[in-house]
């Protein structure tokens, strides 16, 4: 009875894990295959800032989007606009997200930083 069943040891490769089945190839060459995003000077990006409460179950969001830098920029960028508007808030797909609406707060502190920014939407 023993000697009817396989070891399944013997059917994985060397790395010890399991692919079936591929269609791109193997991950190891993903940070070459990243787009990496310019770390453009903010007089260059042109940034949108909009009121939204779309999936949010009502709750209002400003949402400034438009960004062209990296995580680290954005990181402390947010850190520095939820202190001006005593929110919280995140980073999501590039975007930053402010709790409240606070839109025209948020664009006055935007273009004292050097950004060209506009109001988007009603």
């Known amino acids: 009875m023993a000697n009817s069943k396989r070891n399944l040891s013997d059917h994985k490769n060397s790395k010890g894990d399991r692919l079936v089945y591929s269609e791109f190839g193997n991950n190891a060459n993903s940070p070459a295959t990243e787009r990496a995003l310019p770390n453009l000077p903010p007089n260059q990006q042109n940034l949108r800032v909009q009121v939204s409460?779309?999936?949010?179950?009502?709750?209002?969001?400003?949402?400034?989007?438009?960004?062209?830098?990296?995580?680290?920029?954005?990181?402390?960028?947010?850190?520095?606009?939820?202190?001006?508007?005593?929110?919280?808030?995140?980073?999501?797909d590039n975007e930053i997200e402010i709790q409240g609406e606070h839109k025209q707060k948020l664009l006055e502190i935007l273009i004292k930083l050097g950004y060209k920014a506009k109001i988007s939407g009603g």
Do not use: P
């Open 53 to 92: 409460r779309k999936g949010r179950k009502g709750k209002t969001v400003t949402v400034i989007s438009g960004f062209q830098s990296n995580q680290e920029t954005l990181t402390a960028l947010l850190k520095q606009l939820k202190n001006q508007c005593g929110a919280g808030g995140t980073i999501k």
